[in-house]
């Protein structure tokens, strides 16, 4: 399956402020508030993902928006996995982890030593996904608080 969906999806780095994007990141945030609070959901405005240090990129199907994710250049040495995700009709056919090797090939190509995440404990698949591509758990960074949900992850590029 995976094969007829390579050929039949596109992975691609876009800008983040077109109307069917727009749809696909409140679906996203709608998702992650339907399993936590507020306060526990770290979502990232259009105008935040438009930033010269962000790469955003897209999924599509046959031309339509069907799933999304960015790396976030932390510093010269580090990149965040941000905004991770497929719409409920296309999960379960391996776009997730076409859009994490976009994301981990670009920050490959930007000589980036380490890929961080935060995800939270409540995306069994996401976190499933993050583990089988070789992330491991580890504490807080940057400002998010350890707050009981979310869950931390990293994976070293560089050997």
Not at 77 to 106: C, D, F, N, S
């Amino acid at each position: 399956m995976t094969a007829v969906l390579e050929q039949s999806a596109s992975i691609a780095a876009e800008h983040p402020d077109q109307p069917e994007v727009r749809e696909l990141i409140a679906e996203l945030n709608a998702h992650l508030l339907s399993f936590y609070l507020p306060e526990a959901c770290h979502h990232m405005t259009v105008a935040e993902l438009s930033e010269p240090n962000i790469v955003f990129f897209v999924a599509r199907e046959r031309g339509k928006a069907v799933g999304c994710g960015a790396l976030r250049v932390l510093s010269a040495e580090e990149g965040e996995v941000k905004r991770m995700y497929v719409a409920p009709g296309q999960q379960g056919r391996g776009l997730g982890r076409l859009i994490l090797t976009a994301i981990e090939a670009r920050a490959r190509d930007m000589a980036l030593a380490t890929l961080l995440l935060e995800t939270g404990d409540q995306q069994a698949a996401a976190l499933s996904l993050y583990r089988s591509a070789g992330f491991a758990v580890r504490g807080p960074y940057l400002d998010y608080p350890d707050d009981g949900v979310s869950i931390f992850m990293e994976k070293r590029l560089s050997n």
